[in-house]
């Protein structure tokens, strides 16, 4: 297959950046940084927290929610899935009594089914998961977080429930107590991501605005991953999932207001914590942001059209280039602390 020319060149240095992503929200960022990016200077670190086993199947959701909309196949819709979709296999599986509460289209189907076979052959979901972008014509390098299992359990007052169980099958609607990552203990990064993490002309490493909890917690539970950013020369920057007090989609100020946290942008950049060296915030928290002791940047966070994402990726990158031009690191250490 040809690489993918859905997006045309407005590129704004080769020096590579790394970001931290998981699910739709954090999809519309990776485009935009896509879009304005030399072709191979973006590397995609992704959430596999929320992988799981269905109907025999190894599911990937947000590797091939990234994979999709890279590639411009996703459902604009959705968020998720294949866009023009048909949907025989789950009328069939429906007629036969089978689960339907997660669907399947039959395009995405193929995904699934070849990456079952691959890695029952001992093939690594990395190679996978390089291998399928690369057919779908994507020059950015798709990295999951780990090769290793490592899944999301959310703690309710109904006891445990799977991430895709509280997600999908439940709707996010049971309360937050606590949020587990089983196998975290033993996952390691892959030898890639850590690459990505230690190329010496990096230009900044970007947290999406994905879900902190459900998204990026689960790549820093990751054994070892916290400390390589911490370490990282390159400016460590996150965008607000919050928008004036509430997110944009998803359960993320639910779970704040269950765990005891105002739905603030702010609570977001206290929640990282030592990570950050920038945080970016929405205009409409301009206020918000004044108080805030790391350097920021207030710009308009909201992607509703392409344009917008591709916006939001270049006041990003100059915000990352302002930050690398400064003598030290300014977030809640220096450079010479960071680097021990």
Known sequence: MPPNRNHEPERSTAKPVVALCGGIGGAKLALGLYHVLDPDALSLILNTGDDFEHLGLHISPDIDTLTYTLAGKNNPKTGWGRRD?????????????????????????????????????????SQIT?????????????????????????????????????????????????????????AIPSAAVMDALQLPDLRAIVICPSNPFLSIDPILAVAGFRQALINCSAPVIAVSPII?????????????????????????????????????????????????????????????????????????????????????????????????
């Open 244 to 340: 004036g007090g509430q997110a944009v989609k998803g359960p993320t100020s639910k779970i704040m207001s269950e765990l005891s946290m105002p739905s603030t942008a702010r609570a977001v950049a206290d929640y990282y914590g030592d990570l950050l060296d920038g945080f970016v915030f929405d205009q409409v928290d301009e206020a918000e942001a004044s108080r805030e002791p790391l350097p920021f940047l207030v710009t308009q966070t909201l992607m509703e059209s392409l344009k917008d994402r591709k916006k939001l990726a270049r006041d990003i990158l100059t915000f990352a280039d302002e930050l690398n031009a400064r003598p030290v690191k300014t977030g809640f250490a220096t450079q010479q602390q960071r680097k021990g």
């Open 85 to 125: 979709e048909s949907w025989t296999f789950m009328k069939a599986l429906a007629e036969l009594g089978g689960e339907t509460w997660f669907s399947l289209g039959d395009g995405d189907l193929a995904i699934h089914v070849e990456r079952t076979r691959r890695l029952k052959a001992g093939e690594s979901l």
């Open 130 to 186: 390089g291998d399928f972008a690369r057919a779908f014509g994507i020059s950015a390098h798709l990295l999951p977080m780990t090769d290793d299992p490592l899944r999301t359990v959310v703690e309710t007052p109904e006891g445990a429930i799977t991430f895709q169980d509280y997600f999908v099958r439940r709707k996010s609607k049971p309360a937050v107590e606590k949020i587990v990552f089983e196998g975290a203990d033993k």
